[in-house]
T-cell receptor, first 111, second 114 residues
Framework: LAKTTQPISMDSYEGQEVNITCSHN???????ITWYQQFPSQGPRFIIQ???TKVTNEVASLFIPADRKSSTLSLPRVSLSDTAVYYC????????????FGKGTMLLVSP | NAGVMQNPRHLVRRRGQEARLRCSPM?????VYWYRQLPEEGLKFMVY????????ESGMPKERFSAEFPKEGPSILRIQQVVRGDSAAYFC????????????FGPGTRLTVT
């Protein structure tokens, strides 16, 4: 499984756009990139998944450059409730998928 | 559509006792995954099950831990003769099939071993 590297923590203010970058230099051809969000004392929640270029949903955008060695999760206009840990995962979804979580990025949004 | 349900939410056991953690997947989901999260750590995969089958248990400790997902009823994670190091949050996730990185997680069971 490709190893991922992301910042341990980030700080932001309400209303700002937040970009969290994840490095995955050894990503394989069949690997997808998936981001999860986890609030304290809760299970992770799926945010977004992509393979290449840009993916957007109602919550976030995911930018993946052509070489796919990194990806950036973009959260538009964050609010206090976006304070959470964000995990970047890389894995092969062909066959079956057992997710491998790192330590994630702790995002703290302040007023 | 109810989400993934886990019970109990909190469980306290003395060293040497058995802990039984239950997970009911989302309706229509036949794939169940168990993860363990130690304090200040990310989630670690333990076991992946389908109905009546263990597909991958590569993350399970070799001793004292077992899991099942019977034809009827919830999935059970059983820890025998618990030790303090078993104290953690145990999360269950489910998916409609095993080919998607999108898994739906339950609220977790927090096990405390005293």
């Amino acid at each position: 499984l490709a190893k991922t590297t992301q910042p341990i923590s980030m700080d932001s203010y309400e209303g700002q756009e937040v970009n969290i970058t994840c490095s995955h230099n050894n990503i394989a051809t069949n690997d997808y990139i998936t981001w999860y969000q986890q609030f304290p004392s809760q299970g992770p929640r799926f945010i977004i998944q992509g393979y290449k270029t840009k993916v957007t949903n109602e919550v976030a955008s995911l930018f993946i450059p052509a070489d796919r060695k990194s990806s950036t999760l973009s959260l538009p206009r964050v609010s206090l409730s976006d304070t959470a840990v964000y995990y970047c995962l890389v894995g092969d979804t062909i066959g079956y998928s057992t997710l491998t979580f790192g330590k994630g990025t702790m995002l703290l949004v302040s007023p | 559509n109810a989400g993934v349900m886990q019970n109990p939410r909190h469980l306290v056991r003395r060293r040497g006792q058995e802990a039984r953690l239950r997970c009911s997947p989302m309706k229509g989901h036949s794939h169940v995954y168990w993860y363990r999260q130690l304090p200040e750590e990310g989630l670690k995969f333990m076991v992946y099950l389908q109905k009546e089958n263990i597909i991958d248990e590569s993350g399970m400790p070799k001793e004292r831990f077992s899991a099942e997902f019977p034809k009827e009823g919830p999935s059970i994670l059983r820890i025998q003769q618990v030790v303090r190091g078993d104290s953690a949050a145990y999360f269950c996730a489910s998916s409609p099939d095993g080919q998607d990185g999108e898994q739906y997680f339950g609220p977790g069971t927090r096990l405390t071993v005293t």
